[in-house]
């Protein structure tokens, strides 16, 4: 891949997510600064879902990518673009396979559904998880 070409994905990913960081993180490590997967944290104050034709409650409620192409993906979809990227797809390629991929799309639901509790945020469903995610603001 030239320093030309897009990343394969952009990461829209919660920053103030515990869990979603550590991943973010790993990725990173993995791409090797090749350049393949992109990141934007949807918790920093310049963040504009709209950009990408989404919605605050959107991208809050699971995980999204955007594809060199503009389309956008989401979900467990998101992991196997960018593990695949950054050439660990055989990792996540069992979540492909006919009579498991509902259970992983499953599985990731409940935690997309979750993941705030999961994490100790709770209240990040309310105006209040703005309110702390903005420093400038004070809770």
Known sequence: MSRNEPPAILLLYDG???????????????????GRIAFEDIAAPTFDPGRH???????MARMHGVLADGSVVEGMEV???????????WLLAPS????LRPVFDA???????????????SDCASERCELAADPGRGA
């Open 16 to 34: 103030a997510c515990p869990l979603c960081a550590r991943e973010v993180r790993l990725l990173r490590r993995l791409d090797r600064g090749r």
């Open 53 to 59: 034709g989404l919605d605050r409650e959107t991208v």
């Open 79 to 89: 992991f196997r673009r960018a593990y695949a990227a950054v050439g660990f797809g």
């Open 96 to 99: 492909r396979w006919p009579l």
């Open 107 to 121: 599985g990731y639901r409940w935690f997309a559904r979750n993941r705030l509790r999961l994490t100790g945020r």
